[in-house]
């Protein structure tokens, strides 16, 4: 069983700058596909940025640019890093680790939230 904690959100003003962290316990951190996604109010929940364990990185193109993902495998922990904020990036963050050596997203585990609010 994965657990996942997710922190890093808050309060930023546009422009600004926040990055988000999610650790996951359990085994086999370093062969789990990892990914961000997000859900707006009203929205429905929408892929961020995803690191497949076969092949590159990949961003929305509303995040290309601005956001990074990158995972530091000793520290069983991905982040997400993000830049020039903006209001329409504010949504809820939700961290999701696949199951070791899953081709596919989303995986089966799923981080609680975080808020991000992008505001003056």
């Known amino acids: 069983q994965v657990q996942l904690v997710e922190s890093g959100g808050g309060l930023v003003q ?8 999610c650790t996951a316990s359990g085994g086999g951190f370093s062969v789990r596909p990892a990914a961000w996604y ?4 009203a929205k429905q929940r929408e892929l961020v940025a995803a690191m497949p364990i076969a092949g590159s990185t990949k961003h929305a193109a509303s995040v290309k640019g601005r ?17 020039t904020l903006t209001p329409e990036d504010t949504a809820v963050y939700y961290c999701n680790i ?5 081709l596919d997203l989303p ?5 609680q939230g975080t808020q991000v609010t992008v505001s003056s």
Do not use: E
């Open 14 to 21: 546009p422009g600004g700058s926040l990055r988000l962290s």
């Open 38 to 41: 997000r859900q707006a109010p």
């Open 67 to 83: 956001f990074t993902i990158s995972r530091d495998n000793a520290k069983n922990t991905v982040y997400l890093q993000m830049n």
């Open 98 to 102: 696949g199951d070791s050596f899953a």
């Open 107 to 111: 995986g089966r585990y799923w981080g």
